[in-house]
């Protein structure tokens, strides 16, 4: 007796990656929903599971939002135990913004998974700074120790960091820059399982500006793990707070009080440019530091001010053009080495991962058209004479 054909059930979007998909893009259920030419309601109930799309109508959602029609069908990845996001200016980046980069940071995960599963990463490599034994507050002077610390323990000496992003790589940080489509957000930073994530805005092409958002959300990582809720967040005096210690730690990480203290030895805007271009910090970062190290007095601080609003560089800055900004490469490099070493192809990392080319591109730096298929071709040899 044959064997029974098992039938096929016709496949249904499930409503979570609908929901997901949306948000990735930054659209409201009204502004999808208008897209679409469906009601709101339409979109809710898709979102809810309560309908299903018509082909038509899902044929648009595709094109709208710019998704692969796998990424709808397919089931919802565990979800791995993540610590909130630290958004740097969180009170000034709108919802929707917060939205669309938590998503991406679902997605970045998923590229580091299946690259994992051929490659060995770098162990991560940071101290453990017991943050409970400084009590409620870390005052100025624990901030600069603990950034010593971090220094010492990754052998970095008193200098400039030449590369403060492929320092975070090596670290086991996993960085990622690609664009926030908000110029009011620079970074944020997570724990997701056991392994720290760092997410640069490629918005602003300033170099200085790329290190110190860097450091920044380290400071995060490593100081304010006790925070557990977007909750304590919300809370102004909270978030005023830990912004502040970031900051510090940034300042005192890049520009070691000890070291950086000795070569300011003028007040003149020609000297802080030279000290810009060893340091590869902003002028305005290294006059906050002199403020805060008491390096210059209250008027010398105050003529620094008044120099840099005169000559109109506060907002863009000499050598802004010419230091080239730091990219991550962990990545693109994982990436690039499967395909190089035929571990894995274009289709089977697309399969996988569940997005189009062009999004996994930019989340990990690679050069537009690098998951593009390469089978168009039909490779023929002549042949050799007989």
């Known amino acids: 007796m044959a064997d029974k054909i098992r039938p096929y059930r016709l496949t249904r979007i499930i409503p979570e990656r609908l929901r997901e998909a949306r948000l990735a893009r930054g659209l409201t259920i009204a502004e999808l929903a ?10 809710s109930q898709y979102e809810l599971g309560q309908s299903s799309p018509s082909g038509e109508v899902l ?35 709108t919802k929707r913004s917060r939205e669309m980069i938590k998503q991406r940071e679902k997605w970045v995960e998923k590229i580091f998974i299946y690259a994992q599963k051929y490659l060995d990463f770098p162990e991560v490599n940071l101290p453990v700074i017991n943050v409970s034994a400084y009590g409620e507050k870390i005052d100025d002077d624990q901030i600069e120790r603990i950034a010593e610390t971090v220094r010492k323990h990754w052998g970095l000496g008193q200098g400039p960091i030449s590369d403060v992003i492929l320092l975070l790589e090596k670290q086991g940080i996993i960085v990622t820059r690609f664009s926030f489509e908000d110029l009011k957000m620079d970074a944020c930073s997570q724990w997701r399982g056991n392994r720290p994530f760092i997410f640069l805005s490629s918005d602003k092409e300033s170099a200085v500006r790329t290190r110190f958002d860097a450091a920044h959300e380290l400071a995060h990582l490593l100081l304010h793990t006790w925070i557990d809720g977007e909750e304590q967040l919300a809370n102004k005096k909270v978030l005023n707070r830990i912004e502040k210690e970031a900051n510090r730690f940034a300042g005192a990480f890049l520009l070691p009080r000890d070291s950086f203290s000795k070569e300011v030895i003028s007040t003149s805007l020609e000297h802080f440019v030279s000290l810009k271009r060893r340091w590869k910090v902003s002028i305005q970062a290294m006059i906050h530091r002199c403020e805060e190290l008491g390096i210059l007095t209250e008027n010398q601080i ?45 289709g089977e990392i697309l399969d996988f991962i569940k997005l189009l080319p062009p999004d996994i591109e930019a989340l990990c730096g690679l050069p537009s058209g690098t998951l593009e298929s390469k089978s168009k071709v039909i490779p023929l040899r002549f042949k050799k004479h007989q």
Request: glycine share 2%.
């Open 302 to 346: 105050l003529y620094l001010w008044k120099q840099l609003n005169r000559l109109g560089y506060k907002k863009r800055e000499p050598l802004d053009d010419e230091l080239e900004p730091e990219n991550p490469r962990i990545l693109r490099q994982a990436i690039i080495m499967l395909l190089e070493n035929k571990v894995s192809t274009v």
């Open 34 to 43: 208008e897209h679409i030419e469906v009601t709101r309601q339409s979109v």
């Open 59 to 93: 044929a648009r959602i595709i094109k709208v939002l710019n998704f692969p029609l796998d990424y709808f069908c397919n089931p919802l990845d565990k979800e791995t135990p993540a610590s909130v996001t630290f958004f740097r200016s969180l009170s000034s980046a």
